[in-house]
C-alpha cells in the first residue's frame, strides 16, 4: 500500500488565520447588506449572517441578511474593503481571531 | 514457455506501442497529435472506430489537457495511455507531477525528439530527460519488439501495490518510431493472464467525496507523501526484476534488469549508452572485440529508478567508461553522465568521459563509437562532444 494525497477532510477544516497581517471589521451601523464584499471575497471568507440582532444604518436594512467574516479562513488581503462602497469595512492590524 | 500462440508482424515502434496498449485492455485514450509520435495515436483512433479496441478516444486542444484527462479517467479507475513528444512533452510538465504525485499508474508514450529551437523533430532525448525529477517510471527501449513488450510490462509495474506510478516508455524518433523490424506479437489471452484487471483503491466515488491532493501545510502530510513516492520508486527495483522474469517465462522474451549487459564479463573498458545508440554500440563493441579490444556495453533501460547498483557493479575495477548522452543538461554534458558519476562516488574510481552526441537526430556512426572508444582506452576524461563540425 502506498500512500495516497486523498482526504475526506474539508478543505474548510484547513484553517488560515495565521496567514492574516491586517484583519476586517465590518461596520455594521453604516453596511447596507449589498453583499459586495461577498461577492469579491477570494477565500469564501466571507459568510452570510443569520442574526438579526446586528447594528443596522434603517430597520429595514436590518431585517437583510448581512455579511460576516470568517476569522478562521481570513487571509486580511482588503478586498473586501477596498470594494465596499460605503466604506464600511476597516482593516487593522490588530490581527488573529480577537478583532 | 506458452510462446506458441504468438504471431509475427512486421510493424514500426509506433505500432508496436499501439499493439501493446491493445492487448493491455487499456480503456482510455486521450492525446493530441504531434511527430513523430502521431502514428501511435492514429493507430489506436482507427483501432477504436473499427471497434478492434474497447476504448474511449479523447481528442484534446493540448497536452496538458491530455494529460489532465488521462488522469481523470485513472482516478475514477480506467486503464488508461496517451503518448506525446518533445515540446508536447513539455507541456504536459505540470501534469506529470500531479500524475505521479497523485500516485496514477498511467502508462505514457514519448518519442524522443529534439526540443527547439530551432526547429527540429528529430532524434534526442532531452525532452524526456527534462522529466527525470517528475515521479514517473522511465524506461529507454532498444527495438520495436521492446516497445510492445514494454507497454504491457510497464502497466503491471506502475500497477503494483508497492509502486503506483505512472511510467513513461520512450522510443528514439524515426529510428525506432518510424522503420519497421519483424516484432512477435503475444496473443491477448496470454496478456490477459499476465497483466491483472486495473484496480485502484482510493477512485472517485460520488457516494464517498473525498479531497483529491488538496491543501497541505507544511505541518501536513506534504513531505511525508513525497517520502512515500521516493520509497515506492526504490521498491520498483525489485518489481521490475520480478515483471521481467514472470514476462519471461509467459512469453520467452527476456529482458534481464534495470540495466542490460553486454559483454561485460571480462572488459576492462565500457560504453554506457540509452535507447538505439545501445544498438549501434552492440555492434561497435563486435567489431572491437574482434580486434581483441576489451571492451563491453552497460546498457541503461531504466532512467527512474536509476539503476545505480548496477553500474557500480558493472564498472567497478575498470580502466575506463565513456558514458554517451543523446541529450543535454548544461550541467557537463547529459544526465546520464551526472547520475553515472554520482553512482561511482566513493564506490568505484573509474576514470570517466561524458560524450554528448548525436542531439538533433545528428548521426552516431560506427566511426564515431570507435572514436570513442579510443579516448576513453586512451584515458581521456571529463566532456567530449562528437561529430560536431567545428572540433569537440
Redesign the interface.
Known amino acids: ?11 474548510r477544516e ?1 484553517r488560515t488565520d495565521s496567514w492574516r497581517i491586517q484583519t476586517p471589521r465590518i461596520d455594521y451601523s453604516t453596511c447596507i447588506r449589498c453583499m459586495i464584499c461577498w461577492k469579491f471575497c477570494p477565500d469564501n471568507a466571507i459568510t452570510v449572517s443569520e442574526s438579526n440582532a446586528l447594528e443596522a444604518p434603517s430597520e429595514r436594512i436590518g431585517k437583510l441578511e448581512a455579511p460576516e467574516i470568517d476569522l478562521e479562513h481570513c487571509k486580511g488581503c482588503g478586498i473586501c474593503a477596498y470594494e465596499c462602497p460605503e466604506d464600511s469595512i476597516e482593516m487593522s492590524l490588530e490581527g488573529g481571531l480577537s478583532q | 514457455m506458452k510462446s506458441m500462440a504468438q504471431t509475427k508482424a512486421l510493424v514500426t515502434g509506433n505500432e508496436a506501442a499501439a499493439i501493446g496498449v491493445k492487448l493491455s485492455d487499456v480503456r482510455f485514450i486521450s492525446a493530441y497529435p504531434i511527430t513523430p509520435q502521431t502514428t501511435i495515436v492514429e493507430k489506436l483512433a482507427e483501432m477504436v472506430a473499427n471497434e478492434e479496441l474497447d476504448a474511449r478516444y479523447v481528442e484534446v486542444e493540448s497536452e496538458h489537457s491530455a494529460m489532465t484527462a488521462v488522469f481523470s479517467s485513472e482516478l475514477t479507475g480506467v486503464r488508461s495511455y496517451t503518448a506525446t513528444s518533445s515540446h508536447g512533452l513539455l507541456y504536459m510538465h505540470e501534469m506529470l507531477h500531479w500524475t505521479a504525485g497523485m500516485r496514477l499508474p498511467i502508462v505514457v508514450s514519448v518519442v524522443n525528439r529534439a526540443i527547439g529551437p530551432p526547429w527540429n523533430i528529430w532524434a534526442d532525448q532531452t525532452d524526456s530527460m527534462n522529466q527525470k525529477d517528475t515521479g514517473w517510471l522511465q524506461v529507454y527501449c532498444e527495438s520495436n519488439q521492446e516497445v510492445l513488450d514494454t507497454i504491457i510490462m510497464g502497466y503491471r509495474i506502475a500497477e503494483d501495490r508497492s509502486v503506483k506510478l505512472p511510467l513513461m516508455s520512450m522510443e528514439d524518433a524515426f529510428i525506432l518510431s518510424h522503420t519497421s523490424e519483424p516484432v512477435t506479437v503475444p496473443d491477448i489471452s496470454q496478456v490477459r493472464d499476465f497483466l491483472p484487471e486495473f484496480d485502484l483503491d482510493f477512485t472517485v466515488d460520488f457516494k464517498n467525496p473525498m479531497g483529491y491532493g488538496s491543501y497541505s501545510t507544511p505541518d501536513g502530510p506534504f513531505m511525508e507523501l513525497k517520502k512515500d513516492m521516493a520509497d515506492s520508486m526504490n521498491k520498483a527495483r525489485a518489481v521490475i526484476e520480478k515483471t521481467y522474469r514472470d514476462f519471461s517465462e509467459s512469453f520467452g522474451r527476456d529482458y534481464a534488469g534495470l540495466t542490460d549487459n553486454y559483454m561485460m564479463e571480462d572488459a576492462e573498458f565500457a560504453l554506457v549508452a540509452t535507447g538505439t545508440l545501445a544498438s549501434t554500440a552492440k555492434h561497435v563493441v563486435n567489431l572491437l572485440r574482434n580486434e581483441g579490444k576489451k571492451v563491453g556495453l552497460v546498457r541503461v533501460k531504466f532512467f527512474r529508478p536509476f539503476p545505480s547498483e548496477e553500474i557500480v557493479s558493472s564498472l567497478k575495477g575498470l580502466k575506463g567508461a565513456g558514458v554517451i548522452d543523446r541529450s543535454l543538461a548544461f550541467s557537463d554534458g547529459g544526465s546520464l553522465y551526472s547520475e553515472v558519476s554520482a553512482s561511482l562516488y566513493r564506490k568505484a574510481d573509474v576514470p570517466l568521459t561524458g560524450f554528448v552526441a548525436g542531439l538533433g537526430g545528428r548521426d552516431v556512426r560506427v566511426e564515431e563509437f570507435r572514436k570513442m572508444y579510443e579516448m576513453v582506452e586512451e584515458g581521456s576524461e571529463g566532456i567530449r562532444w562528437i561529430n560536431t563540425k567545428g572540433g569537440e
Request: glycine content about 8%; overall charge positive; proline content about 8%.
Open positions: 500500500m502506498v500512500l495516497v494525497p486523498v482526504t475526506q477532510k474539508g478543505s484547513n
